[in-house]
């Protein structure tokens, strides 16, 4: 993702919170990568720049987005259930749901976008199910992060204690090694 003058610089490994709001920044503008170029014709062969923000933002997805479920459902839920009485279980069970779901999304999402690439366009049919799924992937992502963002983190930020967080930091910087 281009570097913005005068945004705020990512967090670090200190942060571990900080880095997961990073992380949905750039879900969010890879996805709006895919879903704009998803709403283009796809009785047509993908421009070079197409190709390559289309190839980016799924490669972001493989690795970033991966990583990113991983840092959730790995480091952050576990000890978020662990440290409240009732565990936040439904809504956190109701984030894992989502994480699957949106991995089948992507499946299919980057099936048809490998398609397209290879073959120079897509059929009707599967460019409606491109458009279909990325608007889903969409609402999905919005639903998903603004629950995070408004019950989730906060909640993990005013119970969890410093050791924790920096626990959590440290297996966030394992993953990336």
Not at 17 to 28: A, E, Q, S, T, Y
Not at 93 to 98: M, S
Not at 103 to 121: K, Q
């Amino acid at each position: 993702m281009a570097v913005q003058i005068g945004a705020k610089p990512d967090s670090g490994f200190d942060d571990p919170i900080g880095m997961l709001k990073d992380c949905h920044r750039r879900i969010v503008h890879f996805l709006n990568i895919l879903c704009l170029v998803a709403e283009r014709p796809g009785d047509r062969s993908l421009t070079e720049e197409e190709r390559s923000a289309v190839k980016a933002a799924l490669q972001y997805f493989h690795t970033g987005g991966e990583r990113h479920t991983a840092d959730e459902e790995e480091s952050l839920f576990p000890r978020l259930c662990s440290a409240t009485e009732d565990g936040g279980s439904e809504v956190i069970e109701r984030l894992e749901r989502d994480h699957t779901h949106a991995a089948e999304l992507h499946g299919s999402v980057d099936w048809l976008y490998t398609a397209w690439i290879s073959d120079g366009i897509l059929e009707p049919g599967d460019h409606q199910r491109l458009v279909s799924q990325t608007a889903n992937l969409k609402q999905l992502y919005k639903d998903h992060i603004e629950i995070e963002e408004t019950i989730i983190f906060p909640r993990a930020a005013e119970i969890l204690d410093s050791q924790t967080i920096a626990a959590i930091g440290y297996e966030f910087n394992t993953r990336r090694k």
